[in-house]
Antibody
């Protein structure tokens, strides 16, 4: 079935980096952007950026420019999101979600299960 | 940047009732709007895309309307499983509204 499966929870110290993976299955990997959205405890959803698995092009939110890097491995249908210079405010659940390259009007119809990242000294 | 403002932030209702959540965009986004439902500890679920289209599997008691800058999500005949938080999202720059928590 169509699914996105994310890597497990992470605990990091301030200043470190974290790399979260999102493995796609059940659909053409290059036909859908993969977006990353995070949610701090008790807060709303925040869009971080997206990657086009076809060519690897990325678009990042200005809020994360310079700290986030999204990459992909087409051989394993996996997308990665790396966030650097972590601070306590980056403690959140990080989600990946797909959105059609052809028709962005369709919305984010499949989501990963979420990865909890805790930043603590 | 395109800002989305949802109202209300909190909403109390009862099973069998009807509620409407609004989402206002800071500039014209046409029909580039989606609505999501999120329950505690779960990933968001797509409820409406293109402002008014329901994906397969979404009950017909959910409906979306609007275009340009003003949008609404209406839930008629509320069911116990509908009590959750709802977010709108604009599909040009992908920002989300701040959310509306629907409580019993």
């Amino acid at each position: 079935q169509v699914q996105l499966v994310q890597s497990g929870a992470e605990v990091k110290k301030p200043g470190a980096s974290v790399k979260v993976s999102c493995k796609a299955s059940g659909y053409p990997f290059t036909g859908y952007y993969v977006h990353w959205v995070r949610q701090a405890p008790g807060q709303g959803l925040e869009w971080m950026g997206r990657i086009n698995p076809s060519g690897g092009t990325t678009t990042y939110s200005q809020n994360f420019q310079g700290r986030v890097t999204m990459t992909r491995d087409t051989s394993t249908s996996t997308v990665y999101m790396e966030l650097s210079s972590l601070r306590s405010e980056d403690t959140a659940v990080y989600y990946c979600a797909r959105l059609s390259v052809a028709v962005t009007l369709y919305g984010m119809d499949v989501w990963g299960q979420g990865t909890t990242v805790t930043v603590s000294s | 940047d395109i800002q989305l403002t949802q109202s209300p932030s909190f909403l109390s209702a009862f099973v069998g009732g009807r509620v409407t959540i609004t989402c206002r965009a800071s500039q014209d986004i046409g029909s580039y709007l989606a609505w999501y439902q999120q329950k505690p500890g779960k990933a968001p679920r797509l409820l409406v895309y293109a402002a008014s289209t329901l994906p397969s599997g979404v009950p017909s008691r959910f409906s979306g309307s609007g275009s340009g800058t003003d949008f609404t999500l209406t839930i008629s005949s509320l069911q116990p499983e509908d009590f959750a938080t709802y977010y709108c999202q604009q599909l040009e720059k992908y920002t989300f509204g701040q959310g509306t928590k629907l409580d019993i």
